[in-house]
């Protein structure tokens, strides 16, 4: 061998030693995962931010992962969005939640407290103050009343009057009523307020927020129909989501809260402005009432549409559920069937 290729030799044999005994690299961080958070703009964005926006960068410091939050005023684009993937978590009513397990992917993982340790609403239908309008003025129907239904997929705005009021009594709003409006929460508020509804559907958590911010508008409307207890908003989450980040974001709602000092003091403060007290652990049997409801609205229709396929179908649909229901929790009191 020549001088040369043995000096390249020597080189190249220097070069690999070096490349051995060289420290390994440090690994490249890895990235941190983001999750989209999902909350209905019941109000304008930039309220519904004042709110919830401290609760995100808590769940943010808690769990290592960066939480981005996505607003949206339909309760139907809330499930859209979670069923692409566009978000992978949500603050969701329970009617949407619903629709989120069936369509989305989804699972209810929590629920929220809004007394001591206690989580429920009621749907109420709302008059003016001074109008004299009763239930059974209502219930008499008679095209005499502008009315204000809630959006389709609410779950006081529409569900609970039409399962506790309406199909009971088989009425059909559209048949009952001068006009009928589906409009959100607070625009029915402020048309029920101003006259332009004689009565309109709402619900308790509403009223509590219009009275605390406005409470001289608050004054001018009257509660004249309350439904029993439902289920309060939950925590849902899409089921591919990675095993330890659920369970990141699980633990931060069932924790959030209950914290000493003045950590605990700061969530407690932030627990009130949303005017929760905390939250609870639950799966999608929570939304059991729900189903009940939904079920016997569409024997309901069924039964107004006299399709006897359809109401065969819907009959089935509303037995079935209340078995699945009654197996589940044997206390509890079914809902009755719709009127025939």
Known sequence: MTAAPRLLAVAGAVLALAACSKPASSPEPKATQTVNF??????DQQ?????WQP???DMQKA??????AYYANSYASLVEAM???QTQAGWFSALPALEATRRANAEVIGRILTNGDEGSYRSVLIVKQGSNITLDDVLKCGKKYNFGIGDPQSTSGTL??????????NIEPARCFKTVKSADHKANFYAVASGLLDVAT???VGMMFYTRDNPTLAGKVKVIWESPELPESSIVVRKDLDPAVKEKIRQFFLSYGHAPGAVGDKQRQVLKIMTYTGFAPVDDSYLDPVREMEAATDLGEARHSGDKAKIAAAQKAFDQV?????ARNPASRPLPAPAK
Request: aromatic letters at 10%; glycine letters at 2%.
């Open 202 to 204: 709402n619900n308790t």
């Open 55 to 57: 609760l995100f960068d």
């Open 63 to 68: 769990t290592g992962l960066t939480i981005k």
């Open 160 to 169: 609970a009057p039409m399962a506790y009021i309406f199909v009971p009594k």
């Open 83 to 85: 069923r692409f993937n």
């Open 47 to 51: 309220s519904m931010a004042r709110v």
């Open 38 to 43: 999902s909350v209905l703009s019941a109000e």
């Open 322 to 326: 209340q078995a699945e229901i009654a």
